[in-house]
């Protein structure tokens, strides 16, 4: 016991001497100090938490990290993990650190801002001073505090009253190690007017087999009747683990819709938090996960209808394959004013080998009385039956099930809306399900899909 | 076309097949009758390759080739179709896309070139005329929500798209109101030539009255015990099985 709090110390000392100061981003003095006491208080988070009990950080924290530093990326690596991107802005960071000239921002008319958190400063600090830490995601748990007091840059989209984002916006995370043990941390902002509509994508990929560690915190704040929809693609290597919090205030009448795709990674943990803070909100939060090999992907999801009249939906789909394990708990807490609530929450799995994993808990806290609350869990194997059926039609056995496994993670793939970024998710996930190598990406041995 | 030589199989020690001699030629059509619990729709299974069956005995030769040798897959690809008694449903994968993935493995066996997209859909909307299909099911998936009588019509539209040597009509007729049953034997029909067989796998002589039989057999407790011609059908429909089981079982003992 003594040993494993003297390992806890270990860690957190760890992490914490990568950084000599805080960030930028603390313009409010009553913050810094509340950030301090968290990061004195809060312990790694550990499977005694009621909320990491099936997911152990023990194995990433064996290693000692270093910081991640900037590293040249080849355009070759960038036009081959921007999918195709042609018309998104795209922003590129290496290692949380923003590589300015391997980026393309277009859309800055009307005081839109697309770009760095940090260079956003210059222009938009009043507006950032507002919002960061708004969501309370420095409340969340150790990673979101060191990630709110100390990650140095990330994104930032600021979208006025009353404006639309013509084009999507793709942020493309690579992690480098460099033949290190890297932790790299990235903190993101988006601030969405009334009436405004944003589209983004956050793609991971690693870029070395390397041990890596990135901590990232991202804060949504959706204004009055905005509409959001966000795309998270996890592809990083074997190797590459992420800790991955989403937090997001939802205004009056907003909009915020999720669609993730992971594929690959060592440990993947994503947590997306959202709060109704006025009525008549839609919440959207769909998924896929695909782990394979000995690869951890966590799903957590925490819905807060807080206000009536909301509406939210969580639909996530696995496929376990070899020894992987999945993990998805999904709250929903319906306060006691939030009559009408309309909640539907829905994970299915499939287990493609008797050593495959998947811990699947959904948790309804409902003090409303006039609600509609449903939800459902399945696990399973692909159906026997239908594989015969499809046997007898002349087609083998492997190509059945690749057919059944597509099939059975269509819909939430079907529901992304940004078309040139559906058809490569697909490709990959397509590749990934027939266990083949993709062109391009395999000879990097980074592959994103195996 | 089709051997079969003293065809023994068991499913969880317990022997359902105890020993089926029976030969089919180009051209025929054989109907299998018989009581609930014969064997018939385990004959149909044994003959397409579902697993569940153990056989013990016996040998299938399918166009000079040992049946039971091959995997369903291949079984379907030298020309053996099973319309199922309970045709399962496949979520998400449309019928489109199914008859596409096997149809192009149907004609890499054979040596062809996977079909053109456009000839595709010209071949398949040619198929579905014959079983007088909604167009609007080809979006759909395979078989989910499908009435009866759209799951038996699909099952002949899928042996219409792959051209068997030998088809297996596993009760083809259940579930069916007299309308969709004459539509799905008049597909049935249809597709027969003088170079394919059929089997056809049924309780009742209603089915007979439209798909008309060259042989029937009926198979009980495991065995074919009597073999007659069309008219037998309509004997065996006026008197039931009793008088077959009495003999059978008399036989046996």
Not at chain 1, 277 to 284: A, N, P, V
Not at chain 1, 295 to 311: A, E, M, S, W
Not at chain 1, 331 to 337: F, G, H, I, L, T
Not at chain 1, 353 to 362: I, L, Q, V, Y
């Amino acid at each position: 016991m003594a040993n494993y709090m003297i390992q806890k110390e270990k860690i957190k000392d760890n992490l914490l001497s990568l950084y000599s100061k805080e960030n930028d981003f603390l313009l409010n003095k009553r913050l810094k100090t509340t950030l301090s006491n968290i990061i004195t208080e809060k312990e790694i988070p550990n499977i005694k938490d009621e909320e990491w009990k099936k997911t152990s950080l023990n194995g990433i924290f064996k290693h000692k990290f270093e910081k991640g530093k900037k590293i040249n990326v080849p355009n070759e690596f960038v036009n081959t993990f921007s999918f195709n991107d042609s018309d998104a802005d795209r922003l590129v960071f290496v290692n949380g650190i923003f590589i300015a000239e391997k980026s393309k921002i277009t859309q800055k008319l009307n005081n839109i801002y697309v770009g760095s958190l940090k260079d956003g400063l210059k222009t938009h600090k009043e507006i950032i001073k507002e919002n960061y830490c708004k969501t309370d995601i420095h409340k969340q748990n150790f990673f979101t505090a060191i990630n709110s007091m100390y990650s140095e840059n990330g994104f930032f989209v600021y979208v006025p009253d009353n404006t639309i984002l013509e084009n999507p916006v793709h942020i493309v995370n690579f992690v480098h190690g460099d033949n290190k043990k890297v932790f790299s941390q990235t903190r993101n902002l988006i601030v969405a007017g009334k009436n405004s509509i944003i589209q983004l994508i956050s793609s991971y990929h690693s870029l070395s087999e390397d041990f890596t560690l990135n901590n990232v915190a991202t804060e949504f704040i959706a204004g009055e009747n905005s509409s959001i929809k966000y795309y998270i693609f996890e592809g990083e290597g074997n190797l590459a683990s992420i800790i991955n919090n989403v937090s997001v205030n939802q205004q009056k009448g907003s909009s915020f819709k999720t669609n993730t795709s992971m594929l690959c990674g060592n440990l993947v943990r994503n947590e997306i938090h959202v709060k109704h803070e006025g009525e008549h909100c839609t919440t959207d939060l769909q998924g896929i996960y695909l782990p394979d090999k000995e690869q951890h992907f966590d799903n957590f999801l925490n819905i807060n209808h807080g206000k009536p009249n909301c509406k939210s939906n969580q639909l996530y789909k696995g496929i376990i394959d070899n020894k992987a394990k999945a993990v998805f708990l999904g709250k929903v807490y319906v306060a006691k004013d939030a009559q009408k609530t309309d909640a539907a929450q829905s994970n299915k799995v499939l287990l493609l080998t008797d050593n495959a994993k998947s811990f699947s808990r959904p948790q309804l806290e409902i003090y409303a009385d006039d609600v509609s609350c449903a939800h459902g869990s399945t696990t399973g194997q692909l159906d026997k039956e239908a594989l015969f059926y499809m046997k007898t039609r002349g087609i083998p056995e492997a190509k059945a099930k690749t057919l059944l496994m597509t099939a059975f993670i269509g819909d939430v793939l079907d529901k992304i809306e940004i078309s040139s970024y559906k058809d490569y998710v697909k490709y990959l996930v397509n590749k990934r399900l027939k266990g083949q190598k993709v062109e391009g990406l395999c000879t990097l041995k980074i592959c994103p899909s195996c | 076309m089709l051997k079969i030589i003293d065809l023994k199989a068991e499913i969880n020690g317990k022997e359902i097949l105890k020993g089926i001699n029976l030969e089919i030629n180009p051209g025929e059509v054989h109907a299998i009758m018989g009581p609930n619990g014969s064997g018939k729709s385990t004959l149909a299974s044994v003959l397409a390759g579902r697993d569940l069956f153990n056989v013990t005995g016996g040998k299938v030769i399918f166009k000079g080739k040992n049946l039971l040798d091959l995997l369903p897959e291949e079984r379907s690809r030298e020309g053996i179709f099973l319309a199922f008694q309970y045709p399962v449903e496949i979520p998400g994968v449309s019928i489109t896309n199914f008859m596409r993935a096997a149809l192009d493995e149907h004609r890499i066996h054979k040596g062809l070139k996977p079909m053109p997209a456009m000839e595709f859909l010209k071949y398949m909307k040619q198929k579905k005329a014959l079983v007088e299909m909604d167009a609007k099911l080809e979006g759909r998936a395979v078989n989910e929500g499908f009435s009866g009588g759209e799951k038996k019509k699909n099952e002949v539209f899928q042996m219409a798209m792959l051209e068997p040597d030998l088809a297996i009509l596993d009760e083809t007729d259940s579930g069916l109101d007299i309308d969709a049953l004459k539509v799905v034997a008049n597909g049935v029909n249809k597709l027969k030539t003088n170079d394919n067989a059929s089997i056809v796998i049924t309780h009742y002589q209603r089915l007979l009255d439209f798909i008309v039989p060259d042989v029937i057999h009926v198979l009980y407790d495991g065995r074919i015990v009597k073999t007659g011609g069309k008219e037998l059908a309509l004997e065996l429909e006026n008197s039931g099985y009793d008088e077959i089981k009495l003999e059978a079982d008399k036989l046996n003992n």
